[in-house]
């Protein structure tokens, strides 16, 4: 039943989304699209001593995709690229391969765990991470 995945912690998070706008000079920009649903995402950031200093996005998406997105701008400031990538990577094996939900800074990512059982979900539950990743790799390159 989809009550699972659009529980009250869900939309708590998705109607309370920090860091909404654009940064006046990023040092990356990225966007990510889910072709099912049509949830987009476009994320700046800024690093600084190898982690993030600054971030902000613009967002059209589900409520999933936009409670996820709110987890991610709430603790990507003082994040590294690294931490970013394996965060990534534990959402991944969480939704697709039935792993642990994330643990740490992360840990409210489980909140999505029911995702896992919905596929036509995963894209727009994965956008900000995915936009993320690819935002990080730019600002290093």
């Known amino acids: 039943m989809l009550d699972n995945i659009y529980n009250q912690r869900i939309l708590e998070l998705a109607g309370n989304i920090p860091r909404i706008g654009r940064l006046p000079r990023p040092d990356a920009t990225a966007s990510a699209y889910s072709k099912l649903c049509g949830s987009t995402i476009t ?5 600084e001593d190898g982690k993030v200093a600054d971030y ?7 409520a999933l ?12 400031v003082g994040s590294t690229p690294q931490e970013l990538r394996e965060a990534r990577e534990a959402l991944r094996r969480m939704l697709k391969e039935n792993g642990p939900p994330p643990t740490g800074k992360w840990a409210d990512l489980a909140v999505l765990e029911p995702v896992r059982d919905y596929k036509a979900r995963h894209g727009s539950t ?4 995915d936009a993320v990743a690819d935002a990080v790799t730019k600002a290093e390159a």
């Open 43 to 47: 994320v700046d950031l800024r690093l």
């Open 56 to 62: 902000a996005h613009e967002l059209k998406a589900c």
């Open 65 to 76: 995709g936009q409670a996820s997105a709110s987890i991610m701008a709430r603790n990507v």
């Open 126 to 129: 994965m956008l900000a991470f």
